[in-house]
Structure formats: structure tokens, C-alpha cells
T-cell receptor, first 111, second 113 residues
């Protein structure tokens, strides 16, 4: 079976840095995605990792360690608009591309 | 491009009624997916399709049916609606598997009373 764990909620201050962790146990591994979802809206793609290491995209970075079954999303220079739910999703099988999602981490950024 | 569109945006159903949630994409994507999202529970895959005429079950298929007669459309059918099907339903599409990201529609909020 698949199991993906993320913290339920996090709070941070505008301008700060926050790290959202994701651990997974899956049957096979073929990539990890991070999505952002604002309240009442659809998820939107943030990042993709398939090899170990750090991927950087502007204020957002994502890290993967396949041996530890661990990823994190790093958000720098937090803005109020970053208040959202952050979803970690794993593609476990090498066949058809279905994703298993974690329950999401609700991030609240305060002034 | 409109991307992924879903109709209706919101619907109230009585127990036992049926309905079809519509999903259309104009990106010529081969893969399409239906998810449901309950509060605090993340996204659960209901059904998916890797091309016209090919569909397969996801994690929570019971109570739902799908068809894929064209590349663009992937409707989700609810037969005999139950309160447990109260949820937000998202349709998504991707060009293929692998590193291809999934693009989500705006969602349909369904309430079964």
C-alpha cells in the first residue's frame, strides 16, 4: 500500500522561510510532485523531483531523498498569498501515471 | 486554451438521484483523471483513462462510472447518490505519464441530502 505523511498545519510570518516535510512509503517510486491549493480552488503544480537533490524555482525549492523516503518544500520570503494548502503526491509505479496524494499541509502566513 | 473545464460548479442531489459530472480538456492530453477531495483527507483517485476507450479504477471507484469516447471528454456518472458522495470532485489531465504534470479543473462541489 501507499502511505504519505505531511504535517496538518503550519504557521509562519511574512518574509520568513518555512519548510514543509513529506515522508512516504510506497511500492516503487517514480517521482514526487508538490502542488499548491488555495481555499476553494484547484491544485496547481509547483515542483517535480525524481532524482535525489534540490530543485530550485524562484522562491520555492523542493528536495528529495529516495533512500529516506523523504521530501521537503522550502518557501522563502513568504508572502500573504502563500497561505494555502500544500499537497505532496507520489507516483509509485512505472506503469500508468497515477498519483497518490498526501492529506496536505495548510500553511497560514501572518503579517 | 480553456484548459480543463468542469460543469456544474455546484449541485445538490437527493439520495438515490443520479447525475453526470462533465469534464472537458482542450490540450489534446491523453490521460484524464477524476478525484474526490473531502475536508482534511487529500485527493483520492476515483477513475482514470489513458486514452479514448480505455478506463481503469482508482482507489475509490465504488458508486461511480466513467466513459471516454473522445480525447477531450471524460464524464463521471453517479448512480444512486448517497450522502457519502458529498465531496468536491476534481477532473485533471496530463499529456502522458512520467514527469508530466497534471492540470486540474476548477472542481464541482456536490452535496447529497
Amino acid at each position: 500500500g501507499q502511505n504519505i505523511d505531511q504535517p496538518t498545519e503550519m504557521t509562519a510570518t511574512e518574509g520568513a522561510i518555512v519548510q514543509i516535510n513529506c515522508t512516504y512509503q510506497t511500492s516503487g517510486f517514480n517521482g514526487l510532485f508538490w502542488y499548491q491549493q488555495h481555499a476553494g480552488e484547484a491544485p496547481t503544480f509547483l515542483s517535480y523531483n525524481v532524482l535525489d537533490g534540490l530543485e530550485e524555482k524562484g522562491r520555492f525549492s523542493s528536495f528529495l531523498s529516495r533512500s529516506k523516503g523523504y521530501s521537503y518544500l522550502l518557501l522563502k520570503e513568504l508572502q500573504m498569498k502563500d497561505s494555502a494548502s500544500y499537497l505532496c503526491a507520489v507516483r509509485a509505479n512505472s506503469g500508468y501515471s497515477t498519483l497518490t496524494f498526501g492529506k496536505g499541509t495548510m500553511l497560514l502566513v501572518s503579517p | 486554451n480553456a484548459g480543463v473545464t468542469q460543469t456544474p460548479k455546484f449541485r445538490i442531489l437527493k439520495i438515490g438521484q443520479s447525475m453526470t459530472l462533465q469534464c472537458t480538456q482542450d490540450m489534446n492530453h491523453n490521460y484524464m483523471y477524476w478525484y474526490r477531495q473531502d475536508p482534511g483527507m487529500g485527493l483520492k483517485l476515483i477513475y482514470y483513462s489513458v486514452g479514448a476507450g480505455i478506463t481503469d479504477k482508482g482507489e475509490v471507484p465504488n458508486g461511480y462510472n466513467v466513459s471516454r469516447s473522445t480525447t477531450e471528454d471524460f464524464p463521471l456518472r453517479l448512480e444512486l447518490a448517497a450522502p457519502s458522495q458529498t465531496s468536491v470532485y476534481f477532473c485533471a489531465s496530463s499529456y502522458s505519464g512520467g514527469s508530466e504534470t497534471q492540470y486540474f479543473g476548477p472542481g464541482t462541489r456536490l452535496l447529497v441530502l
